[in-house]
């Protein structure tokens, strides 16, 4: 299986700490994409990085990219309540299609 | 823009009926749609991409023949859960691929469609 593994695969925190999920993949990756998933709803998608990339930042939100490693990680700065959610990653390996590889996901609890 | 929209959003049903479930790019034509399936308290996996006009590619282990796609318009993919049993209970979601700036092509995701089978 091409798919990727998170962890932790749970965790919890207080508001206004920092929270940082990692993600691992397998094989060489034309971007990778991280969403957020509320309860039984559908995925948003946070924010995407290139393979060439190596740091990006949106918001509060701060994504690594580590190609020799494949690994990548999300930083959440500042949580709130409303953070709480479950974060994917997902690689893009190119092809004729974008095909989408989900890693595991992390369940993520702000305690306000 | 680029919005996603699943019908139903959930649907319960009886072992041994079929269920269709709509996706639909409401202000983008989308070429290319894929379908995930999402058990409880896991990951999404990819079942199949959707092509407009042409017959879709399904993951290995996907079984073509019980769930039919049909992506008859560029707006428009339609997803058959045919003879239904409570195993293929799930959150169903569908994605759109749409341009975005650069080479790739993001994806926009629909709700999810909640079936149950019972």
């Known amino acids: 299986s091409q798919q990727g593994e998170e962890d932790p695969q749970a965790l919890s925190i207080q508001e206004g700490e920092n929270a940082t999920m990692n993600c691992s993949y397998k094989t060489s990756i034309n971007n990778l994409q991280w969403y957020r998933q509320n309860s039984g709803r559908g995925l948003v998608h946070l924010i995407l990085?290139?393979?060439?990339?190596r740091e990006k930042h949106s918001g509060r939100l701060r994504v690594t990219l580590d190609t020799s490693k494949k690994s990548s990680s999300l930083l959440i700065t500042a949580s709130r309540a409303a953070d709480t959610a479950s974060y994917f990653c997902a690689t893009v390996y190119g092809g004729a299609t974008n095909k989408l590889i989900f890693g595991t996901g992390t369940l993520l609890a702000v305690q306000p | 823009g680029a919005v996603v929209s699943q019908h139903p959003s959930w649907v319960i049903c009886k072992s041994g009926t079929s269920v269709k479930i709509e996706c639909r790019s409401l202000d983008f034509q989308a070429t290319t749609m894929f379908w995930y399936r999402q058990f409880p308290k896991q990951s999404l996996m990819l079942m199949a991409t959707s092509n407009e006009g042409s017959k879709a590619t399904y993951e290995q282990g996907v079984e073509k023949d019980k769930f039919l796609i049909n992506h008859a318009s560029l707006t428009l993919s339609t997803l058959t859960v045919t003879s239904a049993h409570p195993e293929d209970s799930s959150f169903y979601i569908c994605?759109?691929?749409?341009?975005?700036?650069?080479?790739?092509?993001?994806?926009?995701f629909g709700p999810g469609t909640r079936l149950t089978v019972l």
């Open positions: 990085i290139r393979s060439n990339e």
């Open positions: 994605s759109a691929e749409g341009q975005a700036s650069g080479a790739y092509n993001e994806q926009f």
